[in-house]
């Protein structure tokens, strides 16, 4: 097995030899036509979002708030009690630095992947964002950070409507 490695290497592809069609390939377009919802508590998530606001929700039973939003309790199977708004800040609960973009291709600047834990939610609860306006070398877990919003006309209801968390001074 391993002589077959070392005969055949492999080749890694780019992008870019595709365009430049430096390889055997071949194109298909899935005429797929499908309609997609977000559910109840996700589609109130996302059009809050567009809004410039983070929303949670609350099991009073357990007295824990939870973002993103659920529909029912993963504790105690309720269904959740209330809305609540969050606040767009909290802390640094983890976080990666990523030198390789999604299409495997070399990140110029290094991707801070981070589970920030939003303020007004129970500990530990807390969502997957990106930090940004901070050198890898100085992100601390517990670090307080806060959203960056797009402008409000170029929101469009998407996790990406925060562009990503920065540091608070
Ligand atoms: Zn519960």
């Known amino acids: 097995m391993t002589s077959k490695i070392k005969e055949f290497p492999g080749v890694g592809l780019r992008e870019s030899d595709f365009a430049a069609k430096k390889v055997l390939f071949t194109e298909w377009k899935p005429n797929a036509q499908y309609a997609w919802d977000a559910g109840v508590a996700i589609g109130r998530y996302l059009a809050e979002l567009k809004e410039g606001r983070i929303i ?10 939870v973002v993103p939003p659920r529909i029912f309790c993963e504790w105690c199977f309720h269904p959740m009690d209330e809305w609540v708004y969050l606040e767009d800040h909290g802390i640094v609960n983890t976080f990666s630095i990523c ?17 920030i834990e939003i303020a007004g939610a129970s500990k530990g609860m807390g969502i997957l964002h990106l ?14 950070v806060k959203a960056v919003w797009k402008p409000a006309a170029e929101r469009s209801g998407a996790i990406t409507d925060i562009k990503y968390f920065k540091p608070v001074e």
């Open 99 to 115: 030198h390789v973009r999604w299409d495997m291709e070399r990140a110029e600047q290094p991707l801070i992947p981070a589970v």
């Open 131 to 144: 930090l940004g306006e901070v050198e890898p070398e100085k992100v601390k877990i517990g670090m307080k």
């Open 56 to 65: 949670g929700v609350r099991c009073n039973r357990c007295r824990r708030t």
